[in-house]
């Protein structure tokens, strides 16, 4: 209501501020400047006042007569589009056509805000987005950050959280900059709430505190209760009780003075939560009767069923079910009706708990299915990536912002220092020519000889030359573009200002120095003098058993390349067996190498980064395996990066010049193969984290290497994760085809565990495809595989989906027997992603059993095994790192992009230089033929 009501003021406030100046109107009743506003568009003669007049009319009537007032404003949306095709043919002055723009997006604004209260969302977008496109052309900026949140608003009541984030941020940007102090502190609440919705309390409560600094500092009181509020919900969910209940106090006791009756149901219902969880019970209780009482007498729905559930907890805490039953039953009910996800969550959470205190697990389970369902309907993967994605952007964009007005700031004050320094230098400067221009003077007087003189007075006008020439240079090359030619030109030009004067003086000065006629060649000296001054300038502007031997191997083995590559292999040959153990022998060979790089030679400097690339990406793989995305994420990127850096120019000079070609050869096919590795692996964790389409662009870049050097096993593994991102996307037939691309090669160089894993894709597709008895078939062939190689991981996955195909077909005893094994095999090797599946298919037998509380139990672990792969400071680290990525690929591209713009800039300017060089020297030979000519002309006395 908040929201609304504030837009509804700005409306009015910004058409009583357009020229048709109702100023005139304020004092009277609201029928005489309805009667005023219909007589000014009546008598009107001309289109802008009546369309001010239409708009003021409009709101004038809103609130008594929505529909007339939606018709008049469009009236004036039509009258103001007439003209303004009209003027774009006609080519009517600009100034003219901004009034026209300024009343279409006042009628556009009124008629989305006016569609936005009559809950139709997709015509008030329409309309806002048309007066938005306007504001933009007017570069209204003030208005464009109020459209920018009204869109925004829109969108989170529409449940679109993802665009309604974008469009908070973008007005808060625009507030920001233009200084929207009470806007500011709406967008920055707006924002904190969305992102304690997705749990994120720390920077939620930092947007809050922000938000009531500024509502303290403009006092604005209505805004203060609720920033106040929403601190005490952040402190609430944090377990601070102490700072929660102050916070709710506050913001009970500002409600309280002001009257505000929904504020002060709300304010009540979460002191009394604060007391609950403080066991204060009957305080809790007396505050919850206080705020149902106020809600059923406004009628506040949401209040109502708030209310309801709260006292619900407070009777399920004192074991009087029936009656919490009761209340939670309620609540849910008030909660369907308003279609409200939060609030069945909320409602049916409590049933469940009620449930279970009664033994009523089957009750239990579904309301416990419910809340969970409505949970993941506002806290989905989309909505949390969005928000972080969003979050991060502006911090981002804020961050260079400051920067960039900090380095602007800097280069002010140098600039501001250097003119100063200048001026000082100029005014030395000039009180020196000054002086030397008076001992010039005083020439006549002192007894000097006559080349004297003239070498005095030459000096002089080339210091004077000089100066006017560094005080002019700024403004020349801003004239010239750098270029010689002009340069000169302008030099010559300054020069011939100053020879009439250098004349006069030595002409006076003579005539008291010295009687001697001069020779004709003195002359030319003296213009080659000058043409000297001119150039002397221009010149500045010139840049098993095998584990075994393995171990025997590095027992004895003395050299560290040697070591790290047996540690690397060694690791690599126990996967299947003993996971746990790859990371301390990966680990070992790191330091291993990193102790030994320094004084490698670079044939060893290649083999020890090759064998370090490939630890930290084993690393990566297994800490993927468990859950720990943000830890595979660093290891896999560190690892990318060492083979990135084998290909770049510095590096390929450095072994280029240190090795020979063959070995160079060998050493790219490898930190190839490697780098398509590290690709795939990233691609996979963004598969995983939901980033289907950028796990497929790194699937792809993978591949296109694998190729290029023909690497079966690596071509074959890009092909089965390209087809599995394929059948997810529904295109079965494409994965299908992938898959069996994949086992083809797979079959072609005898890898069993490859062989067994698109056995298993191929079974998949089957499966959803309705084919049981060839899914099945694939199934267990992948199975007996896995069995044979001793993949645990490998032969938990092949249960748990031969178990949910037994399930589908009714052989629930069989298919309990398969997934509860591949459970206790996903418990030994510790994998989140497995164990979800099995508990959730294991929740389905119980059920089908009618064991609830098992499908309880089995279905709580699904939930938490799941969150634990998609929490939000996994999918934090996902983003993070590549948005760094994309950041640091985007930087690398500008600079090459800089550095190209700059070489052929560079080379043109070389060219023109040359050009013009080439002309002035030609010049000079001409100019210095015509002073040697100068001897055979007759010159003129």
Excluded at 72 to 97: I, M
Aim: glycine share 6%; hydrophobic share 40%.
């Amino acid at each position: 209501m908040l929201r609304k009501s504030c837009l509804y003021l700005l409306l009015l406030l910004f058409s009583i501020s357009e020229s048709y100046g109702q100023d005139n109107y304020k004092d009277l009743s609201a029928q005489q400047r309805i009667d005023s506003l219909q007589s000014a568009y009546q008598t009107a003669t001309h289109d802008t006042t009546k369309i001010n007049a239409l708009n003021s009319w409009g709101e004038e009537i809103y609130l008594t007569n929505p529909d007339s007032a939606l018709v008049l404003c469009k009236k004036a949306a039509s009258l103001a589009e007439k003209n303004l095709s009209e003027n774009l043919v006609e080519g009517v002055l600009l100034n003219v056509q901004r009034v026209f723009e300024e009343g279409l997006s006042d009628a556009y604004t009124n008629i989305a805000f006016m569609y936005e209260n009559q809950s139709e969302f997709d015509e008030a977008l329409k309309y806002y987005f048309l007066s938005l496109t306007i504001y933009e052309k007017i570069q209204n900026k003030e208005w464009v950050s109020i459209i920018l949140y009204q869109i925004a608003s829109i969108y989170e009541d529409q449940g679109k959280i993802q665009r309604a984030l974008e469009y908070f941020y973008k007005a808060l940007i625009i507030q920001e900059e233009i200084g929207l102090k009470q806007s500011i502190s709406y967008s920055l609440s707006n924002i904190g709430k969305i992102i304690m919705n997705q749990g994120e309390l720390d920077k939620a409560l930092e947007y809050y505190l922000r938000a009531l600094k500024i509502q303290e500092e403009i006092k604005d009181t209505i805004g203060i209760s609720t920033s106040v509020n929403n601190i005490g919900t952040v402190y609430d969910h944090k377990g601070e009780l102490d700072k929660a209940l102050e916070y709710f106090l506050k913001a009970l006791r500002i409600v309280e003075i002001y009257r505000d009756s929904i504020g002060i149901a709300y304010a009540n219902n979460n002191t009394g939560r604060i007391y609950e969880d403080m066991g204060k019970i009957d305080k809790a209780y007396g505050h919850y009767l206080k705020a149902l009482k106020i809600t059923e007498d406004i009628g506040d729905e949401h209040g109502i069923s708030w209310c309801e559930r709260l006292l619900g907890y407070i009777f399920l805490g004192k074991d009087n079910l029936q009656t919490a039953e009761g209340h939670g039953l309620k609540s849910l009910e008030i909660a369907y009706q308003l279609g409200d996800p939060d609030m069945i969550r909320g409602a049916s959470s409590l049933l469940s708990k009620i449930y279970r205190k009664q033994n009523k697990w089957r009750a239990a389970l579904e309301m416990y299915e419910l809340k969970i369902q409505m949970r993941d309907s506002l806290l989905n993967e989309e909505n949390t990536k969005a928000t972080i994605r969003h979050q991060m952007k502006y911090d981002y964009e804020k961050e260079q912002l400051i920067k960039e007005q900090e380095e602007k700031e800097q280069a002010r004050l140098l600039e501001e220092k250097e003119s100063r320094r200048n001026r000082l230098h100029y005014s030395a400067i000039f009180i020196g020519i000054l002086v030397l221009f008076g001992g010039v003077m005083a020439l006549g007087y002192i007894k000097v000889s006559p080349r004297t003189a003239e070498a005095i007075i030459f000096i002089s006008f080339l210091i004077l030359f000089e100066f006017i020439l560094i005080v002019a240079d700024p403004y020349i090359e801003k004239w010239t573009g750098g270029a010689p030619v002009y340069q000169l030109i302008f030099n010559a030009l300054i020069a011939c200002c100053i020879f009439p004067l250098h004349s006069f003086f030595e002409t006076k000065l003579k005539r008291r120095l010295v009687k001697t006629e001069r020779k004709k060649w003195s002359k030319g000296i003296k213009e080659l003098m000058i043409i000297g001054m001119v150039l002397s300038h221009t010149s500045i502007y010139a840049q098993t058993s095998k584990v075994d031997s393995l171990k025997s191997a590095y027992e004895v083995a003395e050299h560290d390349t040697t070591r790290a590559k047996l540690l690397l292999e060694l690791s690599e040959h126990i996967y299947l067996s003993n996971s746990d153990t790859i990371i301390p022998l990966c680990l070992k060979a790191i330091e291993v190498i990193d102790r030994a790089l320094p004084d490698a030679s670079p044939l060893e400097e290649i083999s020890f980064l090759h064998t370090k690339a490939g630890a930290l990406n084993n690393i990566g793989f297994i800490n993927e395996q468990h859950g720990e995305i943000e830890k595979a994420l660093n290891y896999i990127s560190e690892s990318l990066k060492i083979f990135e850096d084998f290909f770049s120019e510095e590096s390929q000079k450095k072994w280029s010049q240190n090795l020979d070609e063959k070995t160079i050869l060998k050493s790219v096919k490898i930190f190839k193969k490697g780098l398509a590795n590290s690709l795939n692996n990233i691609g996979f964790i963004h598969e995983n984290q939901g980033e289907v389409g950028l796990g497929l662009e790194y699937y792809q870049k993978a591949l296109k290497i694998q190729e290029e050097i023909g690497d079966k096993y690596g071509i074959s593994a890009s092909l089965n994760n390209i087809g599995f991102i394929h059948e997810n996307q529904g295109e079965v037939g494409l994965g299908l085809e992938y898959y069996q691309k994949a086992l083809k090669i797979k079959e072609e160089i005898g890898d069993k565990y490859g062989i067994a894993y698109s056995l298993n894709n191929i079974g998949l597709i089957y499966h959803n495809q309705g084919e049981v008895a060839l899914g099945l078939e694939y199934y267990y062939k992948s199975l007996k595989i896995r069995e044979e190689i001793g993949d645990k991981y490998g032969i938990a996955m092949s249960l748990n989906n031969i178990g949910s195909l037994e399930l589908e077909q009714g052989n629930v005893e069989e298919a309990k027997k398969l997934l509860e094994r591949a459970l206790e095999l996903e418990r030994d090797i510790g994998s989140p992603a497995l164990i979800s599946s099995s508990s959730t298919h294991l929740s389905k037998v119980a059920k089908k059993q009618g064991s609830y509380k098992e499908a309880l139990e089995m279905y709580e672990l699904h939930v938490v095994m799941r969150d634990s792969i998609n929490n939000e400071e996994t999918q934090k680290a996902a983003i993070k790192k590549q948005m760094q990525y994309e950041y640091e690929k985007e930087q690398i591209i500008k600079e090459q992009q800089e550095k190209e713009l700059a070489r052929i800039e560079s080379e043109n300017t070389s060219r023109r230089n040359n050009l013009h060089y080439s002309a002035i020297f030609i010049g000079i030979l001409i100019l210095f033929g015509g002073v040697l000519m100068l001897g055979f002309i007759r010159i003129r006395p």
